[in-house]
């Protein structure tokens, strides 16, 4: 099964809102990633929050983590049509040989202008 | 290069015929990762090299996927015997190393579809 579970599976929101993603995993993680993708096409890493940190901010971007509950969220403050995309959290998880990317379904953002 | 390359961007193909998808990494990165995205859905990994070697290949659905790395750069995925549920976007990812928590940088992807 999937380690990375997002929700919504899809959000419409109007430009100027703030869009907030979730996302769950099951095990544990060494940091986790979020990832942008438009069109179905190559992602777009954003931002990468490490296990020992509770939130992290880029921009218009914050995320959160809470190893307790085993999920994060991706907050983008006042949005514009520009951010209509796929997101997608992945956890990374250490291999013997290294890291793993394990990626959830993604939410579908849409914002209306 | 600048970034991930992959090629071709799209491939139509018979239901039964082989395929080759190309990946040319960033220069220097030495990780290299297959993914696959069908409609609608999360990526799902394929295999991972480090260098030519493939310490992780636990992702190919089945034994007519297989991938190599020459050189410690380009990397081909060949799907034999093309099956319709094999139609999705191939990408490839690569990143600096292993050894530190890095973010993998994607290319654009190859559509394939198989009629």
């Known amino acids: 099964s999937q380690q990375g579970e997002e929700d919504p599976q899809a959000l419409s929101i109007q430009e100027g809102e703030n869009a907030t993603m979730n996302c769950s995993y099951k095990?544990?993680?060494?940091?986790l990633q979020w990832y942008r993708q438009n069109s179905g096409r190559g992602l777009v890493h954003l931002i990468l929050?490490?296990?020992?940190?509770r939130e992290k901010h880029s921009g218009r971007l914050r995320v959160t983590l809470d190893t307790s509950k085993k999920s994060s969220s991706l907050l983008i403050t006042a949005s514009r049509a520009a951010d209509t995309a796929s997101y997608f959290c992945?956890?990374?998880?250490?291999?013997?040989?290294?890291?793993?990317?394990?990626f959830g379904a993604g939410t579908i953002l849409r914002v209306k202008s | 290069g600048a970034g991930v390359s992959q090629s071709p961007s799209n491939k139509v193909t018979e239901k039964g015929k082989d395929v080759e998808l190309r990946c040319d990494p960033i220069?220097?990165?030495?990780?290299l990762y297959w993914y696959r995205q069908s409609l609608g859905q999360g990526l799902e990994f394929l295999i991972y090299?480090?260098?030519?070697?493939?310490?992780?290949k636990s992702g190919l659905p089945s034994d007519r996927f297989s991938a190599e790395r020459t050189g410690g750069s380009v990397s081909t995925l060949t799907i034999q015997r093309t099956q319709q549920e094999d139609s999705a976007v191939y990408l490839c990812?690569?990143?600096?190393?292993?050894?530190?928590?890095?973010?993998?940088?994607f290319g654009p992807g190859t559509r394939l579809t198989v009629l």
């Open positions: 990812a690569s990143s600096r190393g292993v050894q530190r928590v890095n973010e993998q940088f």
């Open positions: 095990t544990s993680i060494n940091n």
């Open positions: 929050i490490r296990s020992n940190e």
């Open positions: 992945a956890t990374v998880l250490l291999m013997e040989y290294g890291n793993k990317l394990v």
């Open positions: 220069s220097g990165h030495t990780a």
């Open positions: 090299f480090q260098g030519n070697s493939a310490p992780d």
